[in-house]
Nanobody, 126 residues
Framework: QVQLVESGGGLVQPGESLRLSCAGS????????IGWFRQAPGKEREGVSA????????YYGADVKGRFRISRDKSQNTVYLEMISLKPEDTAVYYC???????????????????WGQGTQVTVGS
């Protein structure tokens, strides 16, 4: 069964860092562009970061640019989201998702994503 599994969430203090992982089960992430999304309580889900399948072109939301970094480890079949200088407003459930279509020009178009993980909670602050 094709699955995406996120891990690495947790409770941290403002200014601290976390690394989220998105692992593929029963399929190879290299064949897909991968996006990270987040949903805070009472808010709509929003795109955070994405990495393309071929050139590994990366995209970042305006709120996270310069603080978050997306990368692939092909040997581990995993995509990472490294988050530094975390803020309370980064608190959300973070999801990874996979799409076969090109990211450009709509990297955050959720209907283009075929597979979604179950999410991992990130809480910044008390």
């Amino acid at each position: 069964q094709v699955q995406l599994v996120e891990s690495g969430g947790g409770l941290v203090q403002p200014g601290e860092s976390l690394r989220l992982s998105c692992a593929g089960s029963e399929f190879t992430l290299d064949s897909y562009s991968i996006g990270w999304f987040r949903q805070a309580p009472g808010k709509e889900r929003e795109g955070v970061s994405a990495i393309s399948t071929r050139e590994d072109t990366t995209y970042y939301g305006a709120d996270v640019k310069g603080r978050f970094r997306i990368s692939r480890d092909k040997s581990q079949n995993t995509v990472y989201l490294e988050m530094i200088s975390l803020k309370p407003e980064d608190t959300a459930v973070y999801y990874c998702a996979a799409r076969a279509s090109n990211l450009w020009p709509t990297p955050w178009e959720e209907s283009e994503y075929l597979y979604w993980g179950q999410g991992t909670q990130v809480t910044v602050g008390s």
